[in-house]
Nanobody, 127 residues
Framework: QVQLVESGGGSVQAGGSLRLSCVGV????????MGWFRQAPGGEREGIAT?????????????KGRFTISRDAASRDATALNTLYLHMNNVKPEDTAVYYC???????????????WGQGTQVTVSL
């Protein structure tokens, strides 16, 4: 059974930093497309960053320049290759949301192309 297991959420003050992690468990081989989505209270789930196996990335305008998605593309370890990070810097109150890790079918920020979802981790940014 495949799973995406997130960790690293919590509370942080505006202007601070946080790092989210996601480990793909039970997958055979390397996941090609992985990404981060978020859903604020009362809002729709939106894609914010996606990366490919070669570590190229795309970002939503709302997080560009502040968040960085990464994975260890050079690793020979299967678990490390399927471990995804989101480095969140200069966070703002509007970044408050549940953050979801995802395996995607292609390089996109569309939730329609998500094949598997993680369980989500809460991030709360206060003034």
């Amino acid at each position: 059974q495949v799973q995406l297991v997130e960790s690293g959420g919590g509370s942080v003050q505006a202007g601070g930093s946080l790092r989210l992690s996601c480990v793909g468990v039970g997958y055979t081989g390397t996941i090609t497309y992985m990404g981060w989505f978020r859903q604020a209270p009362g809002g729709e789930r939106e894609g914010i960053a996606t990366t490919t196996r070669d570590a190229s990335a795309i970002y939503a305008d709302s997080v560009k320049g502040r968040f960085t998605i990464s994975r260890d593309a050079a690793s020979r370890d299967a678990t490390a290759l399927n471990t995804l990070y989101l480095h969140m810097n200069n966070v703002k109150p509007e970044d408050t949301a549940v953050y979801y890790c995802a395996r995607l079918r292609r390089s996109t920020l569309s939730a329609e192309d998500v094949a598997h979802w993680g369980q989500g981790t809460q991030v709360t940014v206060s003034l």
